[in-house]
């Protein structure tokens, strides 16, 4: 008996099946034997055997994600998914069931000698991993730029490496939280890898220039994360019930949440449907402009189309092949015959133009509930939660300097000028408290920086929605956006005359941070802060289309908001060449980083609920986006945000407790480094404790300062952008998809 009823999935689109499929099957078949996958044991154990490939059936999964490829490419696309799911299962069978930690790494690391992105493979296969990774290697880079190389080595490490994560997991019988879950599956789960596959199988490259993007990261992010939570439905009887596995995202919402397993199930799912609707509303909202923006020509902007729509029919088809594949839990569908001209019937699950009429029929309310809030809602303070802090907070003895020393600074910049803040608003809220607390070892000049910092981001957070979400002005705050780079000049460059006080403020605190700087500290130091003015853009544009963002996405845009990377980056600014760059690119530092960060994020958003629900008509925050997107009320939604911090908090500890000194080894880090990052986690304790006496402490956040602040008054998103269900979801563009699908 399956452990619970698959839920409706939403497909947007039909699936299309590849004319070249029984070609593609034959020759994987005789590719697969070749390569000693099939009948072969690896140290005695059994990895596949002819069944077990014939059932699968790899080539159909192919045939249906890449519909229209040419039949070479699509034996060498379908070539690429044997070997991946082979090294899924034998990895699964030699380390995951063995828990054998020193083979896994050994095997991982000599994986990387058969992806060279310049020059020939010198190492000799030992095994049929080692040895199809070899083969498809060969066989793939020559027809792809260098661009597309680092990318494609990039997404195949991380599917590789992050194996380890889960078996240290399964180690330990630790269950991720849902946050980095996501985050982690997108790594180990492959679709990202899939994602640069399209882009060989559509012969289409993404431009270098927009490859890195946020537009194209989210699509490529939205794609993955659906990919790997559909996979994870069909797939939660075979790897948690079978194979005691830990990583799947109808487990973790089940523990989490604390729910049966189909209400898990059904979360899952409405995670996988808010993820598809990102990727549509990016595709159609997001890639336009980018296009404009960059200058894209004609040929790369049909190229950029091309891989979106083969981002499209991965998902449809992908779909399609889990209904039909042994390897999943499919009940009474897998013996459906595979329809002879492409498109499944009217009988046929999740891919007739029936069923795409009725699944945008029945996601059209969750699509819609993005887009229907009411603002400035009564909604009265949150009660003091229980958040786990288990760092003593200290305090600098420069406190009370750096207090009137921003007062003055802020005056003379022209930050108080009543439009945006007053003096009284910036003694209400207390920043210095803040800068105290993060801070307590610093000097009275180093105090005095960090708190006119954290003045300037705060001003800058409060500037954007006051003065443009007013008019819905957002050609200006374009241009605002574009001008305040040119104020963080790295190589002494001219700037020009600042034309307000968020630009004079820029201007003057830059000179005074790095001026002792060297160019590359500049260039870092300076992108953190272009990420975070960036993200005020953003969220301006959810705003003038009242868009309630979705969960993944709000969380990730959180940390560039808050304004967490910069913070961070002043300290690792300080620990100079002591520790090795590429530490800090690793998963143990980003998972510290990115803990803490959503920690202190979300610790800001239960403090900040009143005042940007009910006060300014927000839509940015995490307790509003859990409403929506579980359909729940207030309370309940402040529960699961809490539950979310105080998991970051355990994950935090957990991974500087456990992983970090494994870090230190891996990478036989001397003392001296070692003593950096250690110092490092202690100025994070210091921020995470400094940031929650703050809150606990200013009156930014209080009612009798709330009626002193200016409204932002945003414009309603009806008025700007046409009507109330948002870009991309009108009866129109329903219409249209129908059309394209066959519906008349």
Known sequence: MQPFQLPEFYVAHPARLNPHLERARRHTK??????????????????????????????????????????????????????????????LELYKRTHDMAAAQEHLDRLALFMPIEGPITETP??????????????????????????????????????LWELHNINRGRLSNPIEYVEMRRKVGGAPWSANLVEHAVNAEVPAEIAATRPMEVLRDTFSDAVHLRNDLFSYEREVLDEGELSNGVLVFERFLDCATQDAA??????????????????????????EEHQVDPAARAGVFAYVKGLQDWQSGGHEWHLRSSRYMNGETRDDPVPANGLSGPTGLGTSAAHIATSLLRTAPQRARSFRHQPYQPVGPVPRQAMDMPFTAKSSPHLDHAREHTVEWAHRMGLLDGSVWTEQLIRDFDLALCASGIHPDASAEQL??????LAWGT?????????????????????????????????????????NALEVSLLDLWRRTTAPMGTDARRTFRRTIV??????????????????????????????????????????????????????????????????????????????????????????????????????????????????????????????????????????????????????????????????????????????????????????????????????????????????????
């Open 459 to 499: 001003y800058g957070d409060d500037f954007y929605p006051v003065v443009f979400g007013r008019t819905g002005d957002y050609a200006s705050a374009k241009v605002c956006t574009e001008r305040l780079p040119l104020f963080m000049p790295v190589e002494d460059e001219p700037v020009p005359e600042p034309a």
């Open 266 to 291: 059904e979360a899952v799912n409405d995670l996988l449907t808010s993820r598809l609707h990102q990727f549509e509303h990016t595709a159609l909202t997001e890639v336009p402009a980018l296009f």
């Open 448 to 453: 005095d920086l960090s708190t006119d910092w």
């Open 126 to 163: 030992r095994n049929p991993v080692e040895g199809g990774l070899a083969d498809l290697w060969n066989r793939t880079v020559p027809a792809r730029s260098a661009d597309w190389r680092r990318r494609f080595v990039e997404s195949t490490r991380n599917l590789l490496d992050e194996s």
């Open 531 to 744: 990420v975070m003015i960036d993200s005020w853009l953003w969220e301006l544009g959810n705003q003038l289309q009242n868009r309630i963002p979705d969960p993944v996405d709000y969380i990730e845009m959180r940390r560039r908001t808050f304004g967490s990377d910069l913070t961070m980056s002043l300290c690792r600014l300080s620990h100079g060449n002591v520790v090795p760059p590429e530490i800090y690119r690793t998963r143990t530092l980003r998972s510290i980083e990115n803990s803490a960060a959503d920690y202190a994020c979300l610790l800001n958003d239960v403090f900040s609920y009143q005042k940007e629900i009910e006060y300014e008509g927000e839509l940015h925050n995490c307790i509003l986006v859990v409403q929506n997107f579980l359909d729940c009320d207030k309370d309940r939604a402040v529960r699961v945000v809490v539950d979310l911090m105080n998991a970051r908090m355990s994950q935090f500890q957990h991974v500087v407790a456990e992983e970090l000194p494994a870090l230190f080894e891996q990478f036989d880090l001397d003392d001296a480094a070692r003593e950096v990052l250690l110092g490092y986690v202690e100025e994070l304790r210091n921020w995470l404790s400094g940031i929650l006496v703050w809150h606990d402490g200013c009156y930014r956040y209080q009612e009798s300062a709330l009626r002193r602040q200016p409204a932002a008054a945003p414009v309603v998103a009806a008025a700007v952008l046409g009507g109330p269900t948002g870009m991309g979801t009108s009866a129109a563009r329903i219409a249209e998809t129908l059309r394209a699908a066959g519906v008349s």
């Open 30 to 91: 005789e590719w697969a034997y070749q390569q000693d996958m099939i009948d072969v044991p690896q140290q005695g154990i059994a990895i596949w055997d002819e069944q077990d490939f014939d059932a699968h059936d790899y080539a159909l999964l192919c045939a249906y994600t890449h519909p229209d490829a040419p039949g070479p490419e699509l034996d060498l696309v379908t070539d690429w998914y044997v070997w991946v799911f082979y090294f899924d299962d034998h990895f």
